[in-house]
Structures are given as C-alpha cells and as structure tokens.
C-alpha cells in the first residue's frame, strides 16, 4: 500500500526544508534504512533516511526545490501502484503544499491568470528556517538566453550564505522579476522560463500581487530591450555588479579563503565574468594593477575616498537580533578581576598527561557550569508571565565565523570534564568555520560564554544571547600588581563581565554567581571533585 512521505522536521526550529539532492529516482527499489535523499536547512545538509520498503512512485519537491514542513515529499509502494487517489489529496493528514515550493505552477482560477502550456513560474526560494527575504546577488542567464536543465541560473544570498540556484527546468528565460541587487520576501516572483522564447507572459506578471510594482515593470521592459550581458572593460580586473558583488564559484571561495587570497584581485575568465577555479590556480600576486587614485597636498601623498559593501542577510539578521535583545532585555554588567596563577599551574599540569589539552576556555566553561548549578536563577528564561529556571546546563560559545558569528551548544557541560568539553568545543568550532553545523548542535543553550581573550583584549561586555539570561564576557589574563598576604606581588590577572537581564536576574544574584565562578578558577582544583 502506498504511502506518502513528507518533509521532515530536523530540527525544532525547522519550518521548511531544501531538497539538496535525490539518491533515489522514480521507479528505484527502496529498501528499510536507504537513504533516498539529502534535506538541507541553512545549517545542515542531512541525509532522509527510508523506513519503509517498496518503489519510489513520486517525487513532490523535485531536487533545489524548498517546501514548509509537511510538505508532500514522495509517496512510496507497491511496484506500478496507481496513486491518483493521493495525488488529488485524499489523505487527511498529509497533503501537498505547493505554493510554498521553490518552482510553482500557478494553476489558473479567478483570480491569477491561466499559465501558458510550457510555461513554469519560479519563486524566491526560502533557503533557512530564517529566512523571510532573500537578494539577488548576481543573475548569470539574461531575458532571452537557453536554459538547460541543471544551470546555474542566479546567486541567491540568504541571512546565512550566497547559494547557487540551479534550474530544474529547460527552456528561455522570459522574464526576471527581483533585478540584480534587489531583494525580495520569499515566494515573491523570481523568473519565468518557458518552452518558447516568444510566449507572452504579461498577464502572469500582471497578476503576480505583492510582486507586481512600478519599479518591478520599469525593470522587465530595460530587461526587454536587450538580451546581451553588460560589456566589462578588458583592463578592469575586478569584476563586479553594481552593487559591488564578486562572482566566483563555490570551489573558486574555498580555494581563495584556504589561500588567503583576496578575490577582489583575481581576474575572472570565467561565463559571466565569474572566477573559476583556474583564476585561483593561475593567481600571481605580481599580476595586481594598482588603481587607486591619489591626491598630494603640501607635499604628503594619500588615498581618498570610501567603500561601501552591501549588507548580508546574515549580517542583517544578527543586527535585527541582537538590536531585540539589547532594547527588549535591560542589560546590566557586572565586572571582577580573577587571580589566575593557580589555574596557570593546574592547566600546565593537566597538559603534561599525554594526548590531553586543556585551554583557559575550557576552564571558564567547566566553572560556569559549575556556578550555574549553584546559582540557578542565572541559568534561566524570561515568558511574559512566567520565569523558567533550567536544572540542565547547557552553554553556548560564540565563536566567530567570516560571515558573522555563531553559537554552538555545548550540552550538560556540567557534567563534563574540562578534557571532555576541549574536545567539544574543539569539534563545534571546527564545523561553524567550515558551515558544517547540524541545527540541533546550535540549539538549546542556557548561558554563553564569549571569549576575546585570544586577541589580547583585556575587558568587554556583549550583548545576551536570548532568550538566555546572562552572558559571561572573558578577557585576556595579564600581569598585574596584587595583594597577597599583605604584600605586592605580580599576578596573574583576568577580567570577567557578566550582562545580565534585570527582569530575570538581580545584581546580588548576578554578584554571588561571580563570586562562585571566582572561587572555582582561583582554585581550580574544586572543579575536579
């Protein structure tokens, strides 16, 4: 008997999903435990694992395609079972939801227009679970030009990445609806392909709703006038949008970040004034024109002038976040100065036992946790009538990524020995650098820990992580004058701020907690009864 697969939910927080890739095709036989498909989020790319056996009879989003949770994934049974029934939606509890697809049909009623034969509506796709608008970062096909199935049709940046969009459909581009540079919400009219090239497609454009806008028509009819890329001058070695963008393919980003080069100064061969890979390989310093103008006054020569870089969506969605946070929750700090000599010599004595290694971090994590445990009201959540206070400790480090910063998840961290949380954090910050991060290792935190220590930077404060309480700011440890037994002596110094949420946590609260984490790093031996 057939039955309907949907788009799972991998995470909590998960509310649609991007089919990144089927192992499976229609007719396959499928077997308990086989994997038929990657599902990916804004933070993962996971395998969809079968727990049923049969035939693959259908697939409902077709592969790049994006779709809510729920969602009509595939239907799998019997060999050339009919599953006209399903198909026409006679199941109550799952069912197709195609207008939140990355590719939709719009089928003809009264109140959008009929769609020609041949003829496929393509909408912003919703990349992330959260993500509401999305940027055209570049278009590499024109109003005219052949699509085959399985081009790269347009860059799409999202709140967490620029992600290449591949057509699922061959055919002319007849129409682009979001310009390069423009942005969008999802589901807004992205493109129109179809069979042939002269088919009018007025009256879908004009029936498109939100997306249907003066600007957008001014767009499509100098869209229309001609087909032909911009003409780039053969001198000018970066190549751009208007908007400052620079194309380059995913494998030509990796090889150029691994390599430290700067991509502005390689020149592209690729289509569409893209860097490939070869641009990376062939790459020579020595091969950089310099452009800058100059300007001398009173005989001292100097650059003038600015530049402005387009905000990410990610960028966008950390402003949007912390901005919440910081006008939402009334912040205060707390500051203290620990003495860490006494953890200098623990963690070199750790260090000593081979294949073990300790950082300072790890030590401040274990301490946290160890605090929290004591102090509670630390480790808890604001609801509009309510306080929830975690009996787990859950800990969250920031850890900076090139485009932003992420917070990996550390779980039970009270629970774990400081070689066992190096290793974790070692292994999450590993996977946020190379994007590798699954949803459930960023979700569930209690408290944060943000560490500048590393950088030689002394004393901070930070914004809290919501819905946490508190944030616990770590500095540098420097030599400084200290008393001890009534005599100056040099120490060893670290300074600790903790950002506070007034309405959940009180400034005693928030001081007996400090003074805690104080006692446990000042005698670090505490931390391993």
């Not at 347009?154 to 581009?173: C, N, P, Q």
């Not at 053969?234 to 380059?248: P, Q």
């Not at 946070?325 to 500051?335: D, Q, W």
Request: proline share 3%; hydrophobic share 40%; aromatic share 4%.
């Amino acid at each position: 008997m057939a039955k309907i697969i949907t788009m799972p939910r991998l995470s909590d927080t998960m509310t649609e999903g991007t089919v990144a890739s089927w192992l499976k095709n229609v007719g396959d036989k499928i077997e308990e435990g086989d994997i038929i498909a990657e599902i990916e989020t804004d933070k993962a790319t996971m395998e969809f694992e079968s727990f049923d056996e049969g035939y693959l009879l259908y697939i409902g989003i077709q592969q790049g395609g994006t779709a809510v949770v729920d969602s009509l994934l595939a239907i799998i049974g019997d060999e050339n079972e009919d599953i006209t029934a399903l198909l026409k939606g006679n199941t109550s509890t799952e069912t197709v939801n195609e207008e939140k697809a990355t590719e939709t049909v719009v089928e003809a009623s009264s109140s959008v227009a009929e769609i020609p034969a041949g003829v496929k509506v393509i909408t912003m796709p919703r990349l992330s679970d959260t993500m509401t608008e999305g940027t055209v970062a570049s278009w590499l096909k024109s109003v005219g030009d052949k699509i085959e199935e399985g081009d790269i049709i347009a860059e799409i940046e999202t709140d967490k990445a620029t992600m290449e969009f591949e057509s699922f459909d061959e055919g002319y581009l007849l129409y682009i609806g979001i310009q390069e540079g423009g942005s969008a919400p999802v589901d807004s009219l992205l493109a129109i392909i179809g069979d042939n090239k002269d088919t009018d497609v007025s009256a879908i454009v004009s029936s498109g709703g939100a997306v249907e806008t003066p600007a957008v028509k001014q767009e499509v009819k100098a869209e229309t006038k001609t087909s032909e890329p911009a003409k780039v001058e053969e001198n000018v070695e970066v190549k751009t949008s208007n908007t400052g963008r620079i194309f380059a393919s995913p494998l030509a980003k990796k090889m150029a970040k691994d390599k430290k080069i700067d991509l502005s100064l390689v020149k592209a061969t690729g289509s569409n004034n893209r860097i490939v890979k070869s641009d990376i390989e062939n790459y020579k310093p020595a091969d950089v024109k310099t452009t800058e103008s100059k300007c001398t006054r009173n005989s001292v020569i100097g650059e003038t002038g600015h530049t402005d870089t387009n905000n990410s969506q990610m960028r966008k969605i950390i402003a949007k976040r912390l901005g919440e946070s910081k006008f939402t929750a009334p912040h205060y700090y707390l500051s203290m100065d620990i003495e860490m000599s006494n953890a200098i010599t623990s963690r070199k004595a750790i260090n000593s036992i081979p294949d073990t290694k300790v950082s300072f971090n790890d030590m401040v994590l274990k301490a946290s946790a160890m605090a929290l445990k004591k102090h509670p009201q630390v480790n808890s959540q604001w609801f509009a009538d309510k306080i929830r206070v975690y009996k787990h400790v859950n800990i969250g480090v920031a850890v900076a990524v090139p485009d932003g910063l992420v917070v990996p998840v550390v779980n039970n961290t009270d629970l774990l020995t400081m070689t066992q949380i190096g290793g974790t954090v070692k292994e999450l910050a590993g996977k946020a650098k190379n994007k590798k991060l699954s949803p459930a290792e960023m979700e569930g935190s209690t408290f944060t820990v943000s560490n500048l220590g590393m950088f030689g930077i002394t004393e901070f404060t930070s914004i809290i992580n919501q819905p946490n309480s508190a944030i616990l700011s770590v500095g540098a440890i420097v030599a400084k004058p200290v008393v001890k037994d009534a005599e100056i002596v040099v120490g060893n110094v670290m300074t600790v701020t903790l950002a506070c949420d007034h309405r959940t946590v009180d400034g005693a609260t928030g001081a007996a907690f400090l003074q805690t984490l104080k006692q446990y790093l000042e005698n670090p031996v505490t931390m391993l009864a």
